[in-house]
């Protein structure tokens, strides 16, 4: 069994943005792996950082001269300016248990029959901001709970797409493909109106 790099939802109002995408890690110092940029097929630079969990994974198993798929959590401020965090690697024959009837398909057919593709992006929370003019959508992601210690623990993402201004403070899911440094809206569900907690 292949583990999806993107797992189905928990629950029905679970906050979350994350995706996949394809490229080579290059860190921006060779002492400090962390902090670096991942370039695409087409030749798209992006700003990345690696997550503390993901990186003894990339010590251990990664050649960083190779194309990989790392999962990744988006960070905007526009639907131009795309910064990436890795939070893991998903390689189905170096990291994961794949069945013998697998090792010949190519890791973009075996992304594919988990109905998932080359950067694609889930992105599920508040919608707080339409712009119909620019095309624009702001959605607000806050962490679990356990996280909330944390500063930032809540972002917004703004992605390219309509949805009509009467669902604002409605919990939505999106379907988001990148291109470029841009986070582009394929689809959109209502999930249900943000009922909000008198302090």
């Not at 080579?24 to 002492?31: E, K, L, M, R, S």
């Not at 670096?36 to 700003?47: N, S």
Request: aromatic share 8%; with cysteine; hydrophobic share 35%.
């Amino acid at each position: 069994m292949i583990k999806n790099p993107i797992q189905e939802v928990s629950n029905k109002l679970q906050y979350r943005a994350i995706g996949i995408v394809r490229g080579i890690y290059t860190p921006n110092n060779v002492d400090q792996l962390n902090r670096g940029t991942l370039k695409d097929k087409e030749g798209k630079i992006i700003e990345t950082v690696i997550l503390g969990k993901a990186l003894s994974l990339i010590k251990k198993h990664i050649n960083l001269e190779k194309n990989y798929f790392w999962i990744v959590y988006p960070r905007n401020k526009s639907t131009s300016n795309l910064h990436l965090q890795i939070v893991g690697i998903w390689d189905p024959y170096q990291l994961n248990k794949v069945e013998i009837s697998n090792l010949s398909k190519d890791p973009d057919q075996l992304l594919g029959e988990l109905n998932l593709n080359n950067n694609y992006f889930s992105i599920r929370g508040e919608l707080v901001y339409v712009n119909t003019e620019k095309e624009e959508v702001v959605i607000k992601i806050c962490s679990s709970p356990r996280s909330k210690r944390f500063k930032n623990a809540n972002f917004k993402i703004t992605v390219e797409g309509n949805i009509s201004a009467q669902f604002l403070n409605n919990f939505v899911s999106l379907d988001v493909i990148r291109e470029g440094s841009t986070l582009r809206m394929v689809k959109y569900e209502v999930i249900e109106k943000i009922l909000f907690k008198k302090a």
